[in-house]
């Protein structure tokens, strides 16, 4: 167990729709980055919050935003989905001090149509 | 677009045996890490080796890296039915934003 908790951990949402994914970190751990994997890839980057300002970005377009809360909650928002969004979320949180090490949630399974 | 790919895609072996999974990648890093995923759910941390370092171990896991050649090994020595997973490796260019490669998917046989 890494103490990274998803919810929710299967969503089925139609084109268009906007959903909203949520991930709780380990208290302690400021910085939280958000990684989508598609059917048979390997986790791409989304974006990363370090002390609840984003901290950079992978290639994805604005409407792939996120939150970071006090309380090591996070979120990730995603607008007018596209049938391509359809992937495993995963969000993964690091210790201060040691951001080397990152602990991943479960993932949400979030499916498209 | 991924950084990282392993060799092979899939491996299959018996229980007991070794398996010897690659990573390629092609810039400079800080850091490479090697993961296993289960059934499509979380990534569990397994070993990270940094840039100064040529090899690491791990109970069964021993990893190697030459950055000469942008290339990282990973062997899972005397496999178990529990070691059948994804194994990724990561780059980490000291940003701490993970570049993953696409997997090795390894089937440990009883």
């Known amino acids: 167990e890494t103490g990274v908790t998803q919810s929710p951990t299967h969503l089925i949402k139609t084109r268009g729709q906007q959903v909203t994914l949520r991930c709780s970190s380990q208290?302690?751990?400021?910085?939280v980055s958000w990684y989508q994997q598609a059917l048979g890839q390997g986790p791409q980057f989304i974006f990363q919050y370090y002390r609840e300002e984003e901290n950079g970005r992978g290639n994805f377009p604005p409407r792939f935003s996120g939150l970071q809360f006090p309380n090591y909650s996070s979120e990730l928002n995603v607008n007018a989905l596209e049938l391509d969004d359809s992937a495993l979320y995963l969000c993964?949180?690091?210790?201060?001090?040691?951001?080397?090490?990152?602990?991943f949630g479960p993932g949400t399974r979030l499916l498209v149509l | 677009s991924q950084q990282g790919e392993e060799d092979p895609q899939a491996l299959s072996i018996q229980e007991g045996e070794n398996a010897t999974m690659n990573c390629s990648y092609k810039t400079s890093i800080n850091n490479l890490q090697w993961y296993r995923q289960n059934s499509g759910r979380g990534l569990v941390h397994l070993i990270l080796?940094?840039?100064?370092?040529r090899e690491k171990h791990s109970g069964r896991l021993r990893v190697t890296l030459d950055t000469s050649k942008k290339s990282s090994s990973l062997l899972i020595t005397a496999s178990r039915a529990a070691d059948t997973a994804s194994y990724f490796c990561a780059t980490d260019s000291n940003d701490y934003k993970l570049s993953f490669g696409a997997g090795t998917t390894v089937t440990v046989r009883a």
């Open positions: 993964a949180s690091s210790l201060v001090g040691d951001q080397e090490t990152q602990y």
């Open positions: 208290s302690g751990h400021n910085t």
């Open positions: 080796i940094r840039s100064n370092e």
